[in-house]
T-cell receptor, first 111, second 114 residues
Framework: DVKVTQSSRYLVKRTGEKVFLECVQD?????MFWYRQDPGLGLRLIYF???????EKGDIPEGYSVSREKKERFSLILESASTNQTSMYLC??????????FGNGTRLTVT | AQKITQTQPGMFVQEKEAVTLDCTYD???????LFWYKQPSSGEMIFLIY??????QNATEGRYSLNFQKARKSANLVISASQLGDSAMYFC???????????FGTGTRLKVLA
């Protein structure tokens, strides 16, 4: 079974802090994704990566950056956390043109 | 721009009955993939079913089937014989074959009543 692991299930940070959300997959998938999920808005794509060191902006990249130094790890970085970034963050991976496999999510609260 | 629309924010169904969750999509691509995911209250996203745009048969997976009507650009999920454990949020999604992006709808919250 594919395993996508997000480092934290719950996270509380202060406004202005730099926040790292980590995601690791164990199936050698080429593609990795970061989504945020908000009530009534569904899942919105923040960034995705189709290869090591390659990244593409999704629909809502502002305020976020990503890093993919190794194939199995995709990190989401909030450079200066703000309260409007309080949300559920979902990481996913997939082989090329195949089903997404999701982690369990990180519920981030910025106070 | 590609888009997924789920017009039912919430639905109720009686246990053992069938229910249809609506999904319409918008794309100019000829080749695309459509997915349904289930998200229980625990938060995990569970893949349910996939339909390719060139697949002639509607996809089925156990109690789940996808009613694919290409001309209408709809990909409705049908759950037969609903169970209490089917209570969850359901998301329709489309894979953009031009990029690597997967686009999601806003979801439908299904509640199965005993």
């Amino acid at each position: 079974d594919v395993k996508v692991t997000q480092s934290s299930r719950y996270l509380v940070k202060r406004t202005g802090e730099k926040v790292f959300l980590e995601c690791v997959q164990d199936m050698d998938h080429e593609n990795m994704f970061w989504y945020r999920q908000d009530p009534g808005l569904g899942l919105r794509l923040i960034y995705f990566s189709y290869d090591v060191k390659m990244k593409e902006k999704g629909d809502i990249p502002e305020g976020y950056s990503v890093s993919r130094e190794k194939k199995e790890r995709f990190s989401l970085i909030l450079e200066s956390a703000s309260t409007n970034q309080t949300s559920m963050y979902l990481c996913a991976s997939s082989p090329v043109r195949r089903t997404l496999h999701f982690g369990n999510g990180t519920r981030l609260t910025v106070t | 721009a590609q888009k997924i629309t789920q017009t039912q924010p919430g639905m109720f169904v009686q246990e053992k009955e069938a229910v249809t969750l609506d999904c319409t999509y918008d794309t100019s691509d000829q080749s695309y993939g459509l997915f349904w995911y289930k998200q229980p209250s625990s938060g995990e996203m569970i893949f349910l079913i996939y339909q390719g745009s060139y697949d002639e048969q509607n996809a089925t997976e156990g109690r789940y089937s996808l009613n694919f009507q290409k001309a209408r650009k709809s990909a409705n999920l049908v759950i037969s014989a609903s169970q209490l454990g089917d209570s969850a949020m359901y998301f329709c999604a489309m894979r953009d074959t031009g990029t690597y992006k997967y686009i999601f709808g806003t979801g439908t919250r299904l509640k199965v009543l005993a």
